[in-house]
């Protein structure tokens, strides 16, 4: 039996035991609306890709004849739909140089930009130079004009990159005769203008994270007599990761998925990504939903690799900068 000294200890153990339950009850049915609300949204996010990923393996009747869902019931799945893209009936492996085509342009095209961005941003936090703040602002202001009004130009460049040298040596009555160059019969002209295009935002971007990094640390690497390169390598970038990563996830994730650039610089059917030749398949084998499905899917599995790969970074690299330390 219990004494009444251990009911009287017991007694308030069970109040607080009882108050701890009740306010744990509290908080989380205070927080259940935002748990629902989150939860829908990743559900009205995730349906989609399930819906593409089980089409993906159904059979071509199975799909015209019902939903995606019922293929759950039906339990009839197939792999022929992904032979059949990388592989087609011609015999002309599209798919394949197409994903072959993405990856030799995407690399490029993220390490480049990601490369000259943090040199340049690093300038830009740290060292003094005439018109820096000019330079940095006219920068900035490139991130509000529209891709679009640069295509004719940038695409007249390509077709010829001396006219501008030819025009410049005309104003002094001297004739240049220089062969022609296509930049956009190769993958360097790809590679130029994604890193272009993504070079604003991310000079943007590290600029304001290279800002929060200690002063003290780098003027004690400067007293030690390390040069500024030295300091950039040793300490900026090594403290610089999770805006990098995240940064290299935009970045890869632009260039991969996109469609318009491709379709005007890549003028060659053997330079074309796997965005450009989806669309190609969509207008060949328009009612052959398998195939197309199946092709769709592909272009998701690397994206998906790689963000997954370094998501741990993802939301450190978002909020880098954004608040003082």
């Known amino acids: 039996m219990t004494t009444t000294s251990e009911q009287a200890a017991a007694a308030p153990l069970a109040v607080v035991q009882r108050e701890s339950l009740s306010k744990r009850l509290v908080e989380f049915l205070s927080k259940a609306p935002i748990h629902f609300a989150l939860i829908l ?3 009205m996010w995730l349906v989609p890709s399930v819906g593409l990923l ?6 071509r009747q199975d799909i015209l004849t019902s ?3 019922m293929a759950f019931v039906q339990g009839r799945f197939t792999l022929q739909n992904y032979l059949g893209v990388i592989r087609p009936t011609g015999g002309t492996d599209t798919v394949g140089l197409n994903f072959i085509n993405s990856l030799i342009i995407t690399i490029p095209s993220t390490i480049l930009p990601m490369f000259v961005a943090s040199l340049a941003a690093y300038a830009f936090a740290w060292l003094q130079f005439r018109w820096r703040d000019t330079i940095f602002l006219a ?6 004009v529209p891709l679009q009004m640069t295509f004719v130009p940038v695409l007249q460049l390509y077709n010829n990159p001396f006219a501008p040298l030819q025009w410049l040596v005309g ?4 004739h240049l005769a220089i062969s022609p160059i296509r930049l956009t019969s190769s993958f360097v002209g790809l590679w130029l203008a994604h890193t272009a295009y993504g070079l604003p935002l991310a000079i943007y971007l590290l600029r304001s994270f290279f ?3 200690p002063r003290d640390l780098l003027e004690a690497a400067r007293i030690d007599g390390s040069s500024e390169l030295r300091i950039f390598a040793r300490i900026v970038l090594p403290l610089s990761v999770p805006s990098l990563a995240a940064l290299t996830i935009f970045q890869f994730l632009w260039v991969w998925n996109d469609f318009l650039v491709a379709l005007i610089y890549a003028q060659s059917p053997n330079l074309q990504p796997l965005t450009v030749g989806l669309n190609n398949m969509l207008t060949t084998y328009g009612p052959e939903w398998d195939i197309v499905s199946a092709g769709a899917f592909i272009t998701m599995v690397v994206p998906l690799i790689v963000f997954f790969s370094l998501q741990k970074y993802f939301v450190t690299g978002i909020l880098a900068g954004a608040v003082k330390t």
């Open 139 to 144: 920068i900035v202001a490139l991130l509000v």
């Open 171 to 174: 104003l002094v009555g001297i």
């Open 54 to 59: 089980v089409t993906s393996f159904r059979e």
């Open 41 to 43: 949204i990743s559900v």
């Open 67 to 69: 939903g995606w869902w």
């Open 211 to 213: 800002v929060g990094l």
